[in-house]
């Protein structure tokens, strides 16, 4: 199996036109030392960035259809930034298939996170070149699934209620609600016990030293139990 047909299949793509791919590794340092007439891969780049830009932004408007532009324009920075792209072309082993100059390769060019970033890039404009935007798509998905993971698990960890609220009200209109059950202890010494309900049904009990921490100890525990039972049907 050559080099590149290594490459294709951690891609999950087979070029129709392999001149697409190698075009995509080859980097602009090679026309410096090549001669102005080498193509490069600045403009697969500039394809591959706003076929990303638009599959992105399209997969978090539909994953959290409560969002507003700001948090979906924050998420989106934090998946396509530099380190963010780099580490996905380390991931898929770009590096040691680039077609550097002899200087570029003697400075590291292979490992530099701006290098990789640009060929995550690159590559992913020849993907839709060659196969179109549905295999660019499905591509970024799967480059991208433990992101995804990541920004929801931060999500909630840091509001956990405002993350039972998105799954719920995925489901259907209706938001979940929250009733103190006791608070007991001296005045200066508040502990309350809330639960959450879903639909008349109590999902989730929580305790605190105030209203709103107990709130979101009972969102956290809704969350987990409809993790179980995700896994279970699973």
Not at 213 to 223: G, I, K, V, W, Y
Request: proline share 3%.
């Amino acid at each position: 199996m050559s080099s590149l047909d290594e490459l294709q299949s951690r891609l999950g793509h087979q070029f129709r036109d392999p001149a697409l791919l190698r075009l995509a590794l080859t980097h602009p340092s090679i026309s410096h030392e090549m001669g102005a007439s080498q193509d490069h891969n600045q403009r697969l780049e500039y394809l591959g960035d706003a076929v990303l830009q638009l599959a992105l932004s399209r997969e978090l408007y539909d994953r959290y259809p409560h969002h507003d532009e700001g948090p979906l324009t924050k998420i989106r920075a934090q998946l396509v930034n530099q380190v963010s792209l780099a580490e996905q072309g380390r991931a898929l082993g770009l590096g040691e298939h680039l077609i550097l100059s002899r200087g570029e390769q003697l400075n590291g060019g292979r490992e530099r996170p701006s290098i990789l970033a640009d060929a995550y890039e690159s590559v992913l404009g020849a993907l839709f070149l060659d196969g179109g935007y549905d295999v660019a798509r499905a591509f970024i998905l799967h480059t991208f699934r433990d992101e995804f993971t990541d920004i929801e698990s931060a999500a909630t960890a840091d509001n956990p209620k405002g993350a039972l609220q998105e799954i719920l009200q995925a489901i259907s209109s209706e938001a979940p609600q929250y009733q103190v059950l006791t608070a007991t202890g001296p005045d200066h010494d508040r502990e309350f016990e809330c639960a959450v309900f879903y639909k008349g049904e109590e999902i989730g009990r929580g305790r605190g030293k105030s209203k709103k921490l107990a709130e979101s100890q009972a969102a956290a525990a809704a969350l987990e139990r409809l993790r179980a039972k995700n896994a279970t049907a699973a």
